[in-house]
């Protein structure tokens, strides 16, 4: 009888787990920064990021709307859960997915473009 009180529980956590998300913010002049976890669709990495949305665009367009868009979008498709301080860990972690499959050299020379915006 244990087991079975167990069971159905264990099951809402892992199909929760399975639409847990969250996206990191480095602080800058006009935010503070902070890591959200969210439940949302799992269209993203579990550590998802703004950054990763915005590496596959052509070299020369603007990277900005592309990253307010992306937060944006977070944003309005999920459910926020929490919202801690920034985790510098977690932006790191982040931005090695976001460069998982990329060309390294254009996802290079995008980041330079995000970094000086301080995303």
């Not at 977070?74 to 499959?101: E, H, V």
């Amino acid at each position: 009888m244990g087991l079975r009180a167990l069971i159905l529980p264990g099951l809402v956590l892992l199909a929760c787990a399975l639409f847990l998300r969250s996206y990191t913010l480095p602080p800058a002049p006009d935010r503070r920064g902070g890591t959200t976890l969210l439940l949302t669709w799992p269209n993203r990495p579990i550590f998802g990021s703004p950054r990763g949305d915005c590496l596959a665009g052509p070299a020369d367009a603007p990277v900005l709307p592309c990253l307010i868009a992306s937060v944006a979008r977070a944003r309005d498709d999920g459910i926020t859960l929490a919202q801690f301080s920034f985790c510098a860990t977690c932006y790191d972690l982040s931005g090695r997915l976001a460069l998982m499959g990329q060309d390294a050299t254009q996802a290079q020379a995008r980041l330079a473009q995000i970094a000086r915006f301080g995303w």
